[in-house]
């Protein structure tokens, strides 16, 4: 019974950094598998990160203080710093391949769409077709929540109009993390104004063959945001980096103490073979 207390009060010896890093890493793996192809990932996911970090820890304790502690305690400083150094460039690269994620926060934005009823020469219309509109964490908005002029019609989830006096498709308030059109361009395709936040541009939709594209519209910068949601997002981010990191240095360490003195060879070697892939 001395000898169970003995261990568990050794495996629990860092808690407090094992809770933190369990927590992180639970955090990388729910972004990582919910985050969508514009870097969203919504807040309600992260529900799934504390039975995550609860399975994680018992892990961590026992990773950490049987393996990892008493290997860095005997590499030498300069072998440390190459592994933290390592870490960090690692990092970046992820980043630079993968930035880092950010949560549907809402914020309050404005979205005006104006079918102008002009168009090119070579087009045979002036139609506008929006395939469809949704937010950027894959929520749709849907027709009653938008306010048009008459000249706009709905039809099997899309959006068209020809044009006309006044034109107005727009929606006001909050929407988390930006918005998402798909666009139509055809040969009947017309001039379409959009007016984000007070900045307007204006698009031809007209071409040779029909295609669609998306066109993204992103929310405010950090440092717009309301306090309370930007100290939200700067934890979530500090988590999101540390589990990155931490998730990094412990990966290299157990390679490194796998391969021994020849860890600078294989690293190497496999650094080539994944910027070759």
């Given at each position: ?69 008493p290997f860095w305690t005997k590499i030498n400083t300069s072998q440390k710093w190459q592994l933290i150094l390592i ?125 669609t594209a998306p066109l993204v519209f992103r929310g405010n910068n950090w440092f717009n945001l309301p306090i309370l ?9 500090f988590l999101y980096l540390t589990g990155l990191l931490g998730a990094l240095l412990l990966s290299l360490a157990a ?23």
């Amino acid at each position: 019974m001395m000898r169970l207390k003995s261990n568990i009060t050794e495996l629990l010896k860092f808690w407090p950094v094992n809770f933190v890093l369990s927590i992180a890493l639970a955090l990388v793996a729910i972004t990582g598998f919910f985050t969508n192809q514009y870097g969203i990932y919504a807040l309600k996911r992260l529900v799934y990160v504390l039975p995550l970090a609860f399975l994680t820890f018992g892990f961590l304790c026992f990773w950490l203080n049987r393996v990892f502690f008493p290997f860095w305690t005997k590499i030498n400083t300069s072998q440390k710093w190459q592994l933290i150094l390592i870490s960090l460039l690692l990092t970046l690269g992820v980043l630079w391949m993968r930035p880092l994620p950010m949560p549907d926060i809402k914020q309050e934005h404005s979205l005006v769409l104006s079918a102008t009823g002009d168009k090119r020469d070579q087009s045979q219309g002036s139609l506008v077709e929006i395939r469809s509109i949704q937010f950027l964490n894959g929520q749709p908005l849907l027709n009653e929540s938008l306010n048009k002029t008459s000249d706009w019609k709905w039809a099997d989830g899309i959006f068209y109009s020809s044009g006309g006096t006044g034109s107005r498709l727009e929606i006001n308030g909050r929407m988390p993390a930006g918005v998402l059109l798909d666009l139509r361009y055809f040969n009947q395709g017309g001039k379409l104004q959009i007016t984000w936040d007070g900045v307007t541009q204006d698009l031809d939709l007209y071409r040779s063959e029909s295609a669609t594209a998306p066109l993204v519209f992103r929310g405010n910068n950090w440092f717009n945001l309301p306090i309370l949601e930007f100290a939200e997002v700067l934890i979530l981010s500090f988590l999101y980096l540390t589990g990155l990191l931490g998730a990094l240095l412990l990966s290299l360490a157990a390679f490194q103490k796998i391969s021994g003195k020849y860890f600078s060879t294989a690293l190497f070697i496999s650094l080539v073979f994944v910027v070759v892939l």
